[in-house]
């Protein structure tokens, strides 16, 4: 924000707030919303909107101003494989040291082992949270390339054939061996490859339909996942599966979750206004939807789906008009990136904050004002990118 405000005024001044910009700007203000029902809480909201102002606001306004065409998304997604393709090495390492480059660099990190031994090695970290987070940012960089790739819109990166990128990459996510993030990536990789646009929006529909579903039901109280994973024959043989493989952390994720939710219930419209709600239970909830009920209550829940699924729904219903099918096909590979991350926080609490310059560019159907490329077959002796 500063380099623009002292280099490039003017795209800031461009910039005109439009009805795409409400699920942010609510975002952004819900910790002030929530300190109306509990004033004692009020230091603590101006905090909380100032973060999320930092670090949730400006990456959207950046993304509307200069990542809502077909070239600027281009490179967002060759930055998230490149991002990708960099953290190859670290992976490889690890996956025979265990995570150690973050406590090398940095010092002590309180969730590098959780988890960390695995079927074969051990699972990677790098310099990010835990191993589920490296999964997820593997997973959709792999995402991105096969899309690249297919499509040819991108045929190298640093002079290596986009395939062989995914290629590698696909190894790597399967290598890092989250669970969680290699499911996500076979089953959002037809977002990717399939053509036909009535199968993409019914997919895509399909998917939001069930992360909401999901979340609502969970927030509702009325179904007990581990109730059902007890006394549901099909449940139990999964839940027992599950164990005899060693994975526990999708009970163990829920149960989490459920231990909590009476609390929660108890300010539902606003949420209580402190980050550490669930101060009194046995652990901290495991998933963000979860952890956003209960601080900011359905209001800030509601602010966070329609920040996720505004740029899906736009993507895939209404794009800005005058663009190429290949175009369209690149923002349907964003919009995938984007409900990978979605559905991961069903279960899991981190949210990747760079992927909301690919959010705001997508959020309106008006393309930014840098230009109006398109993205059309490679010619001969022209550039991939042309007008």
């Not at 203000?29 to 909201?45: D, G, R, Y």
């Not at 996956?95 to 699972?123: C, D, M, N, S």
Request: aromatic fraction near 10%; glycine fraction near 8%; include cysteine.
């Amino acid at each position: 924000m500063a380099g623009i405000l002292l280099f490039h005024r003017t795209d800031l001044q461009r910039y005109r707030p439009r009805a795409c910009d409400i699920p942010i700007a609510l975002w952004c203000f819900v910790p002030i919303l929530s300190a109306t029902s509990h004033w004692q809480t009020l230091p603590a909201a101006v905090s909380g909107a100032c973060y999320q102002t930092i670090a949730w606001g400006i990456p959207w306004l950046l993304g509307r101003i200069y990542f809502s065409t077909a070239e600027s998304l281009l490179l967002f997604a060759k930055a998230c494989v490149a991002a990708g393709l960099c953290y190859i090495p670290v992976c490889a390492i690890e996956l025979f040291t265990g995570p150690q480059l973050y406590a090398l660099l940095y010092g002590y990190q309180p969730y590098r082992w959780i988890g960390a031994e695995r079927y074969l090695g051990y699972r990677p970290v790098g310099l990010l949270e835990d191993g589920n987070q490296l999964g997820i940012w593997m997973a959709a960089s792999t995402l991105i390339a096969v899309a690249l790739a297919v499509h040819q819109l991108a045929p190298r990166i640093f002079g290596i054939p986009t395939a062989w990128i995914a290629a590698g990459l696909a190894t790597t996510t399967l290598l890092c061996q989250s669970a969680g993030s290699i499911v996500l990536l076979v089953a959002l990789l037809p977002l990717t490859l399939f053509q036909p646009r009535s199968v993409l929006r019914a997919m895509v529909a399909l998917i939001v339909f069930g992360v909401v579903a999901f979340a609502l039901l969970r927030m509702s109280d009325r179904v007990s996942l581990r109730y059902l994973a007890q006394h549901n024959a099909f449940l139990h043989f999964i839940a027992d599966g599950l164990r005899v493989v060693g994975r526990h952390s999708l009970i163990w994720r829920l149960a989490r979750d459920e231990g909590h939710m009476a609390v929660a219930l108890k300010t539902p419209l606003l949420g209580s206004g402190e980050w550490n709600w669930w101060r009194n239970g046995d652990t901290r909830p495991w998933s963000l939807w979860m952890l956003i009920f209960g601080m900011y209550g359905i209001t800030g829940l509601a602010a966070f789906a329609s920040l996720l699924f505004l740029p899906v729904m736009r993507a895939s219903w209404s794009p800005p008009g005058g663009i190429g099918p290949r175009a369209t096909q690149l923002r349907l590979a964003v919009a995938a990136l984007v409900l990978m991350v979605a559905c991961d926080n069903l279960l899991n609490s981190v949210m990747i904050l760079p992927y909301l310059l690919a959010m705001g560019g997508m959020a309106s159907r008006i393309p930014g004002h840098l230009s109006t490329l398109q993205i059309r077959p490679k010619s001969k002796g022209e550039p991939q990118i042309s007008t």
